[in-house]
């Protein structure tokens, strides 16, 4: 093995050292990731649907500036309009989403929370890369 080959064999091993030592200096921890779903239905008659909407989200940020939420996403917002019977008001359905580093105190906040129709918490565990 000449000089050259020999520097080239030692740089790898110092590399894979090098790469070895940041993967154990760094160890991996799981984190569970929860996701929320609320649903919310309305009757529209002189309020626009806009602004139902902006109640209900700013309602749910509000309650998500309670320290347990951490790692919060953007709220979504989803909206659709149920086609009334005859005679009927026409119904607005408001569905707001977001996730959150688990936290059974921020579950036991989303439960208390009032006026949804209905309250989806899943939880999945983030695997390490």
Do not use: W
Request: charged share 20%.
């Amino acid at each position: 093995m000449n000089k050259k080959q020999k520097l080239s064999l030692l740089a790898m091993a110092a590399g894979l050292i090098s790469a070895t030592s940041s993967a154990i200096a760094e160890p991996c921890t799981a984190q569970q990731t929860s996701t929320v779903h609320l649903t919310y239905i309305e009757k529209i008659d002189s309020v626009d649907a806009g602004t139902l909407v902006k109640q209900y989200t700013d309602r749910l940020r509000d309650i998500t500036k309670s320290s347990a939420f951490t790692n919060t996403s953007p709220i979504a917002e989803y909206v659709s309009l149920q086609k009334p019977a005859d005679g009927e008001q026409q119904d607005i359905v408001i569905s707001l989403s977001l996730n959150f580093t688990h936290s059974y105190d921020a579950i036991s906040q989303l439960v208390t929370s009032k006026d949804y129709l209905s309250l989806d918490i899943s939880t999945e565990n983030s695997l390490c890369p």
